[in-house]
């Protein structure tokens, strides 16, 4: 079965200083790769996804996520927080194929706090 | 526009209940979801209909029961309501091309409170 690691549970920054969420995944055959974000009371939104192509990604509000696969890892990045990205950041994997299509394993999540 | 809706937002309700949840979407997806939260926010797969067939079914009490009407809704039933069934349920949507299946968008969340 997948799983996913998230290592940091909670996160705590100034505004302006640079993240890093990091994010393992345990599958030994071709993933899609997920971020999303839930703002507090809020649904989940999607920040950026990796299928294909060029495993650096970009996604909305300024973060981008670099795929590396010899390390099974998606680590989501943003040089400079705002107040406004404090949220839970979960990092999401799903089968590009077979018989668990479409199921989206989540890791456990990262509670982002950034001090105004 | 809600691309996925549900309702109610908050659902109360006393032990021994059955309670129905409701979703649509309105992206034109084939395939959508159940995902129950807990409470340290930890999410996990229910439910999955494609084109009104259930895909996936996890380990979930038969008390809870999926419907389908068409491709743009996908409700959830559960009967004799218990505490442990206390949470947050989201539902979302996806496309499915071929044997690939994209990224999922979800709806606002129905907070279940069991008292």
């Known amino acids: 079965a997948q799983s996913v690691s998230q290592h940091n549970h909670h996160v705590i920054l100034s505004e302006a200083a640079s993240l890093e969420l990091g994010c393992n995944y345990s599958y030994g055959g071709t993933v899609n790769l997920f971020w999303y974000v839930q703002y507090p009371g809020q649904h989940l939104q999607l920040l950026l996804k990796?299928?294909?192509?060029?495993?650096l990604v970009k996604g909305i509000k300024g973060f981008e996520a670099e795929f590396i696969k010899s390390k099974f890892s998606f680590n989501l990045r943003k040089p400079s927080v705002q107040w406004s990205d404090t949220a839970e950041y979960f990092c999401?994997?799903?089968?590009?194929?077979?018989?668990?299509?479409?199921?989206?394993?989540f890791g456990r999540g990262t509670q982002l706090t950034v001090w105004p | 526009d809600t691309a996925v809706s549900q309702t109610p937002k908050y659902l109360v309700t006393q032990m021994g209940n059955d309670k129905s949840i409701k979703c649509e979407q309105n992206l034109g997806h084939d395939t959508m979801y159940w995902y129950k939260q807990d409470s340290k926010k930890f999410l996990k797969i229910m439910f999955s209909y494609n084109n009104k067939e259930l895909i996936i079914n996890e380990t979930v009490p038969n008390r809870f029961s999926p419907k389908s009407p068409d491709k743009a809704h996908l409700n959830l039933h559960i009967n004799s309501l218990e505490l442990g069934d206390s949470a947050v349920y989201f539902c979302a949507s996806s496309q499915r091309l071929g044997t690939r299946s994209y990224e999922q968008y979800f709806g606002p969340g129905t907070r279940l409170t069991v008292t």
């Open positions: 990796y299928f294909s192509g060029d495993p």
């Open positions: 999401a994997v799903n089968a590009d194929r077979g018989s668990t299509l479409g199921r989206l394993y």
